[in-house]
């Protein structure tokens, strides 16, 4: 990713400060400073954002700033430029917006997150600025605690204790008995988030509130504050308010910070009707409360409104914390893998033996081994279905199984036969590996059983052949049967086995390096080396989209 503050024109907004991007793709994340105009994002090894992944086009879009706004633009992109989940052709951005280019879900920018170190506290006395503050002391002490409360909430950025802030400042506000915060889950359902009583005390069980209420303000996104039941004809079939005997009710959503409209185009700032419902703020009494003034509810909107922005904010340090300890975690389960995958190359008089693996994560799916027994010297190489952890797990558990089956000196195509039944029976979903395992004895015989793999080269005098012999990749049908074939090597003669990693390595244009290419360099290669400044020279910088791993075996006599 290059961002070269000399090309194009500066970016800096009317702040003084450059925005950010906060790029995330998978388990991986960067922070990137938007200092230049256009940023340009795509799969080509040129741009400022590189996104390796073939939905991605190699010229996908552009952030441009004019007037201190940013915006994002497509390029006449294949699958599209998205911000916060609808496709866009330009979009002016707003502090949080979500982009996706192309691939959706597995890698996408947040625009300029908020952090919750923003001076709310300034913000706060600007939201109030304009309204009608009475002389009476009730108002005077509401709008005390208002301050109070903006100014805790502007240096905590903890969630639950944003959270207990909220729920004191409000009960000490309504002079309510209870109050709650409910948050919303990822499928879409609500969650008591927190729960406190006047005295100061948690509470956790939210049966006897009035459910109707909280879920009518959720569907309608609208405010409901009751201040005395007993004279609303229509709240006396609520269960809960009349088995409760609840008396005030105050149900306020809990919204996602708005878009704040320009004077060129006021239809930018979404209502309040339309903002995405992130919680719901509920307080009840058993006592009516016919004092909570137009002041007073002005200044519990206007917390309620903060107090989103803020539980925003937290929850992104939140996530940015969760991702720094998911990093350190992956680097030591990678650490582990390295150690249990570390081969061991055995020295036999009639063979030798190299291997190499390139992987695109921390961890990958990609193994290789080699044992020798009196059968002769055996090579491993496998690549189990996707990436990261799940991949890497299962790469581990059938590194053990092979190399303790190869111990005991099993049949090769009973290895895979066990392999497969211990895949299918398990119900690992749609995971499977393709396999190839080589057997070469001292008299030049190879037996192999290849499983769903690239097939391998066998190079003899720089003509590179071919062997055909294959079966299904195991963990797709528990009931497939498994054989093996021979060939005969001749002294001089090498074995190369690679992943499909580096036949469908992939540059700029979105080419692939294909099995022409593989065959013409290993044709005239001398050592695995020359195979990988290949992929090298071929990709010119642009990321592997998979684990790349050759093996390579030279047949002495």
Avoid: W
């Avoid at 006897?208 to 229509?234: G, Q």
Wanted: proline share 3%.
């Amino acid at each position: 990713m290059s961002t070269q503050a000399t090309r194009g024109s500066a970016a800096e907004p009317a702040s003084g400060l450059f925005p950010t991007l906060v790029y995330v793709h998978g388990s991986d994340q960067r922070t990137i400073t938007l200092d230049h105009s256009p940023f340009t994002v795509g799969r080509k090894v040129d741009k400022d954002l590189v996104i390796a992944d073939p939905r991605v086009s190699r010229d996908h879009a552009i952030i441009v700033s004019d007037n201190g706004q940013f915006a994002v633009v497509d390029q006449g992109s294949k699958h599209g430029t998205f911000v916060n989940g609808e496709r866009v052709d330009r979009h002016t951005l707003e502090r949080n917006d979500r982009l996706e280019f192309g691939v959706r879900d597995v890698a996408y920018v947040i625009f300029h997150p908020q952090h919750a170190s923003s001076n709310t506290a300034r913000e706060f006395l600007s939201q109030i600025s304009g309204m009608h503050i009475s002389t009476e002391t009730t108002d005077l002490e509401k709008l005390t605690l208002f301050l109070e409360a903006a100014r805790k909430l502007n240096t905590i950025g903890v969630l639950d204790e944003i959270l207990v802030t909220l729920l004191d400042a409000t009960l000490k506000l309504t002079r309510a008995e209870r109050g709650y915060v409910f948050m919303k889950n990822d499928d879409g359902g609500m969650r008591l988030a927190a729960g406190r009583n006047s005295k100061g005390e948690a509470l956790l069980d939210d049966k006897t509130i009035s459910h109707s209420i909280l879920d009518d303000a959720l569907k309608s996104n609208s405010e409901f504050v009751i201040t005395d039941t007993s004279e609303s004809l229509d709240l006396k079939g609520r269960q809960s308010i009349v088995a409760y005997d609840l008396r005030t009710v105050i149900c306020i959503p809990l919204r996602k910070p708005q878009v704040q409209a320009t004077r060129d185009s006021e239809a930018a700032a979404p209502s309040e009707a339309t903002a995405e419902v992130m919680g719901a703020l509920y307080v009840d009494s058993r006592f009516a409360s016919r004092d909570i003034s137009s002041v007073s509810n002005d200044i519990l909107r206007a917390i309620a409104t903060e107090a989103a922005s803020l539980i925003e904010n937290a929850r992104l340090v939140q996530a940015e914390e969760s991702a720094r300890r998911y990093q350190q975690e992956l680097a030591i389960a990678a650490s582990m893998q390295q150690g249990l995958m570390a081969v061991t190359i055995p020295e036999v008089p009639f063979a030798r033996l190299a291997g190499r693996n390139l992987s695109c994560k921390e961890i990958g799916g990609d193994f290789f081994d080699a044992v020798n027994t009196e059968d002769g010297l055996t090579v491993v190489l496998a690549d189990v279905s996707g990436k990261g952890v799940s991949a890497a797990l299962l790469a581990s558990t059938l590194q053990g199984m092979i190399y303790s089956q190869l111990i005991a000196r099993m049949p090769l195509a009973e290895i895979v036969t066990t392999v497969n039944r211990f895949f299918t029976q398990k119900h690992l979903g749609e995971k499977y590996a393709t396999v190839i395992i080589a057997r070469v004895r001292p008299d030049g015989e190879l037996e192999y059983v290849n499983c769903g793999h690239v097939p391998p080269l066998v190079v003899s005098s720089h003509t590179v052949n071919r062997p055909t012999h294959g079966n299904l990749p195991v963990g797709l049908l528990k009931d497939a049967t498994y054989e093996s074939d021979r060939v005969r090597l001749k002294p001089g003669d090498r074995l190369v086995m690679v992943t499909d990693g580096v036949t469908e390595a992939e540059n700029a244009r979105g080419d692939f390096f294909e099995d022409s290419r593989l065959e013409a360099v290993a044709a005239k290669s001398e050592s695995l080396d020359d195979i990988f400044s290949a992929i090298a020279n071929f990709c010119s910088g642009t990321p592997l989209s998979d684990d790349c791993t050759v093996v390579e075996l030279l047949y002495t006599g």
